[in-house]
């Protein structure tokens, strides 16, 4: 199974962007799916969350009001729209794929990961 993330790039503070995870079997639209992030000398966080049929979704208190998570499943495709965005938002943003149908705030819980894409925001 391979998750591809994409559409991460520089933008201004107050921009957006949205990125996209994309599955190359049905494996991740039968999963739980959440975005994290890593920025330079810090732990990988959790960012949004969002179960198998996307009647769930979480996403982190540090992004509340302006990230969005959705999927379509028929394109096997999950999304993080980030609206209004900071500078602390800059990191890579990585897509993972979880063991279940659901999705979980710990890393250790998923079972297959994209290979990041980055994010920085910066004027």
């Known amino acids: 199974v391979q998750l591809q993330a994409s559409g991460g790039g520089l933008v201004q503070p107050g921009g957006s962007l949205r990125l996209s995870c994309v599955g190359s079997?049905?494996?991740?639209?039968?999963?739980?799916m959440g975005w994290f992030r890593q920025a330079p000398g810090k732990e990988r966080e959790f960012v949004a969350g969002?179960?198998?049929?996307?009647?769930?979704?979480s996403v982190a208190d540090s992004v509340k009001g302006r990230f969005t998570i959705s999927r379509d499943r028929t394109k096997n495709t999950v999304y993080l729209q980030m609206d209004s965005l900071r500078p602390e938002d800059t990191a890579v943003y990585y897509c993972?794929?979880?063991?279940?149908?659901?999705?979980?705030?710990?890393?250790?819980?998923?079972?297959?990961w994209g290979q990041g894409t980055q994010v920085t925001v910066s004027s």
């Open positions: 079997r049905r494996t991740n639209s039968n999963n739980g």
């Open positions: 969002i179960n198998w049929n996307g009647s769930s979704k």
């Open positions: 993972a794929a979880h063991s279940g149908a659901w999705f979980a705030k710990v890393s250790n819980e998923y079972r297959y």
